[in-house]
C-alpha cells in the first residue's frame, strides 16, 4: 500500500516521463495495441480533441522538442522566427512522428497557418488541415461557421478511421472532455487556494501528460492527483504570488518554470497549455440538442479571453490582466513570451498598460522552449518577488490565503 | 530617376485623396480605415466613404525616411523589437500627431474595418489602433485557403458577414443606405482597370520587358490596391499606363529604373516577397546596375491575384467581394503559392528566382526557405535568398544585401556561359 506522498510521486514520475518522451512511444504503443488505431497531431493552441476523439482517433498535442537538437529544421527556418515550427519540422523529419494518420494546424499564427502548407508538402500521405477558429464578434454567424468547420473536420477524419460519426459518439467524447476540463480547472483551483499542495512543476507535466494519453487514462490520473496532494498537500512557502501570461503557444522549458518559482514566485495562474480549457464550464449544458452545435456555442460564448481570438470588446485587452489577478489572488504578473512570438508580443502593450494601470507589479522577458540557461530568469523573478514581498504584500502567502 | 507620366499621374491622384482625407473632419467625408489585402474600396466608396489604409501609410513613411523614428517611438511605448514594423511604424505615426506620407494630417477614423485577410497581424493592429480611436470596429473573417480553394461555404461566410455585419456597419456610419445599384457600376469599372492591369503586367511576357514587375510593379498595383478601385480616376489611370506600356513594348524600350532605362537586361528574375521600402531605389539599383529586370512577384498580387484570372463581376456584387478576398496572395496556402512561383518562371520564361525574406511578415516568410527549395526542384532554375525588413531601416545591410545579389548574378552568368539551364542571351524584340 502506497503513501499519498508515494502515489503523488508515482503519478508525477509517469507524468514527466510522458513530458520528456519526444519519440512519442506512448502514442505507439497505444496505436500497436489494436490493428486499425489512428493518431492525430495537434499543434498550439486550440483544436477541439473531442471531434478527435470521437472520429476514433488519439488526439495528440504536438508542443515542439523541447531542448531536443535541432539539425533539419533550422534549415527551414530563418533566425527571426520562433523555435517551435523548427523543432516540429524536427520532429518531423526525424521520422517521429510516422506514426501519426493526421496533422492539424489551427489558426494561432501565420507561422503555424504557412506549417499546415509545408506538412502537405513534406508529408503528402498525412491528411493536414488548418483549422480556421471563428473570430468574428456575432455569435449566430461564427457558430455556424465554426459548427461546420468542426463538421467537416469530423467527416474527414472518420472517413480515415473508418468510424460513423454519430450524435451519440460525439457526446460520449463531449462528456468525457467536459470531465477532463472540469478536473482542469480543479488542479488550478486547488493551485489557487493551496499552491503548496499543486507545485506548478507538477501541475505543468500532468498537464503535458494530458495532451498525449488517451483522456479516459489522464482523467483517472488527475482525480488521483487531486485526491492524494489533498491528502499530503506539501509544506505551505512564503512565495509572491504571480500570473504568468504569454506562454500559450511554444512552451517554456520546465526548468524555467521551476526556477521562477524557486526564486520566490509562486505561479498561481497561467495560460501554457490554455487550449485544455479554453472554454470554461461544460459543453453539455444541455442548451442544444445537436453536439456540434452544443460545441460551437461553448467557444463562442465561453471561451476564456487570448490572443489567438479576437476580442470584440474594446476595453477587454486592458481588463484582461487585472480580472486574472483578482481571480487568482495574485500580487504580481509575470509577462513571458516565447521570442518572436506574433500573438504574445502583440497582445503585450495592451495586456502590460492594462495591468500598470491597475497598479500591478510587473515583470517581462521572452524565452525560446530550447532556453538552457535560467540565471538572468532567477534574478528577475527573485528580485521581482523581493519586492512583492517587501513593499506590496508583505503579509506572506500564508497570511494572505 | 525619371518619372513617367503614369507615376506622376499618380502621384496627383494621391495628394487629392490625402487632401480630400484631411479635410475630411470639415467636410463632413467618413473614413474608413482597413488594410489592402481583401480591401473593399468599391463598397467602402459607394458609401460615399474614404478608405485609408495604415499599410501604405506604413510604406511611405519607409520611402520618406520617416519610419526610424516612428518605431523607435512605438518600441519606447513597449512595442517588442520583434514584431511587424508596419504596425510600429503607424502607431509611432499616431503618437507623432498623425502627419501621412504626403504632409498632411490624416484624419481620425469613423470605422475600422477589420478585413481579416492573410494576415495575423491585422487582427492584432486593430486591436491597437481600436485602443486610440473612439469609433466602431467591424471584423470580415476571410477564411485561409488551407486546402487550395475557398470552399464554397467559406464563400458563403463571407457574404453573410458583408450583408449582416458589414453593410449595416457603414450604414450607421454614413447615415446612407446600401445602394447596390451603385455598388454594380463601381465593380464594372474595377474590372475595367483590372483588365489594364492585366494587360500591363503581362507585358512582361516579352523581351526586352516593358516594365519592371517588382520595384515598377509597386507603382502600378499603387492606385487599384488603395483608394481607386472602382473609381473613374482608376480607370482613366490604368488607361493611360497600359497604353504607356505598349508604346514602350512597340519601341523596343524597357523601363526606367534608378540606373536608366534598362533595355539591355541581362536577367529575367521573379522575385517573392515585399520589396525594402527604407532604401527603395539603392535596392532597385542593385538590381538594374546588373541589367537585372523583374518579369513576375508576388507582392504586387497581395491585393489581389488578377492575373490568374479573377475580375470583379458586377453581377454577383457580394460574391464577387467574397472571391477577391479569398484570392489575395497571402490567403493562400504554401503549395498555391509556390504552384503561382512556378507558373511565373516558366511562363514569364525567368532566368533566375529570388526571394527577399522581410523580418518582420511572417504571413511572407516563414516557409519561404521550403517554397525556395521547391521552386527550384520544379523548374531547375537557381534560386537566390536575401533578407531585409519592410520599413525598419537598421535591419537594411547594403553591402550584405549587394554581395549576396552580385555573387547570385555571377553564378547566372556562369550558368549562362556553360549553357547550363540559360535563357541565353537577351535578344531585343523577341518574343518568348
Known sequence: ?401 | MNKDRSMLLQKEMIARHFDRLEAAPQTGEKVVYTFVPGNLTELIRSFGALPLLPEINALQSGMRGKSRAYIAEAEKAGHSADVCTYVKADIGMMMSGNIGPTGTRLPPPDLLLLSYTGCYTFMKWFELLREQYDCPTVFLQVPYQGDGSLLPEHREYIVRQLREDVIPALERVTGRPYDEDKLREMLALSAKAEDDLVAVLHAAKQRPSPIDSYFGGVYYIGPIFSAFRGTPEGVEYYEALREEVEQRLADGEGPETPSGRLDDQQFRLVVEGPPNWTSFNEFWQMFSDEGAVVVASTYTKVGGTYDFGFRHDPSDPLGTLADYCGGCYTNHNLPGRIDMLVQYVKEYQADGFLINSVKSCNSFSAGQLMILREVEKRTGIPGGFIESDLVDPRYFSAANIKNRLESYFQMLRERRRAGVGAAGPVQQGSTP
Open chain 1, 1 to 401: 500500500m502506497m503513501s499519498p506522498r508515494q502515489r503523488r510521486s508515482a503519478i508525477v514520475a509517469w507524468a514527466r516521463d510522458l513530458y520528456e518522451d519526444l519519440d512519442f512511444l506512448s502514442v505507439r504503443r497505444w496505436l500497436d495495441a489494436e490493428p486499425g488505431r489512428h493518431a492525430a497531431g495537434i499543434l498550439p493552441v486550440y483544436v477541439p480533441r473531442e471531434i478527435v476523439h470521437a472520429a476514433g482517433m488519439l488526439p495528440v498535442g504536438i508542443h515542439g522538442g523541447g531542448s531536443m537538437e535541432i539539425i533539419r529544421g533550422d534549415a527551414f527556418y530563418q533566425s527571426y522566427i520562433c523555435h517551435l515550427p523548427r523543432s516540429v519540422v524536427e520532429l518531423g523529419q526525424s521520422g517521429r512522428l510516422d506514426a501519426f494518420s493526421a496533422m492539424l494546424f489551427p489558426s494561432t499564427c501565420d507561422v503555424i497557418r504557412n506549417l499546415s502548407g509545408m506538412w502537405k508538402l513534406l508529408r503528402p500521405s498525412v491528411y493536414v488541415r488548418y483549422v480556421d477558429l471563428p473570430q468574428v464578434n456575432v455569435a449566430e454567424r461564427a457558430m455556424d461557421f465554426w459548427q461546420g468547420e468542426l463538421a467537416h473536420l469530423g467527416r474527414d477524419l472518420a472517413a480515415i478511421t473508418g468510424v460513423e460519426l454519430d450524435e451519440a459518439r460525439l457526446w460520449a467524447s463531449i462528456r468525457l472532455y467536459d470531465r477532463s476540463r472540469a478536473l482542469v480547472e480543479q488542479l488550478y483551483q486547488a493551485r489557487r487556494e493551496q499552491p503548496w499542495r499543486v507545485p506548478s512543476e507538477e501541475l505543468y507535466v500532468l498537464l503535458r501528460a494530458g495532451e498525449v494519453v488517451p483522456v479516459e487514462e489522464w482523467n483517472e490520473r488527475a482525480e488521483e492527483y487531486l485526491e492524494v496532494s489533498a491528502e499530503d498537500p506539501g509544506r505551505v512557502r512564503d512565495n509572491a504570488r504571480v500570473v504568468l501570461v504569454g506562454a500559450f503557444c511554444e512552451q517554456p522549458p520546465l526548468g524555467l518554470i521551476k526556477t521562477i518559482e524557486r526564486a520566490g514566485c509562486t505561479i498561481v495562474d497561467d495560460d501554457l497549455l490554455i487550449g485544455n480549457r479554453l472554454i470554461r464550464g461544460p459543453v453539455d449544458d444541455g442548451q442544444e440538442q445537436d453536439p456540434l452545435r452544443a460545441m460551437a456555442r461553448a467557444l463562442l460564448s465561453r471561451s476564456r479571453r487570448t490572443s489567438i481570438l479576437y476580442e470584440p470588446d474594446p476595453t477587454g485587452k486592458r481588463r484582461l490582466v487585472p480580472e486574472l489577478v483578482k481571480e487568482s489572488g495574485a500580487d504580481g504578473v509575470i509577462f513571458a513570451a516565447p521570442s518572436f512570438c506574433d500573438p504574445a508580443l502583440l497582445d503585450r502593450p495592451m495586456l502590460r498598460a492594462g495591468a500598470e494601470a491597475a497598479g500591478l507589479p510587473c515583470i517581462a522577458f521572452e524565452y525560446a522552449e530550447n532556453t538552457g540557461q535560467f540565471q538572468q530568469f532567477r534574478e528577475q523573478a527573485g528580485t521581482f518577488s523581493d519586492g512583492i514581498k517587501l513593499w506590496i504584500a508583505p503579509t506572506g502567502e500564508e497570511g494572505r490565503t
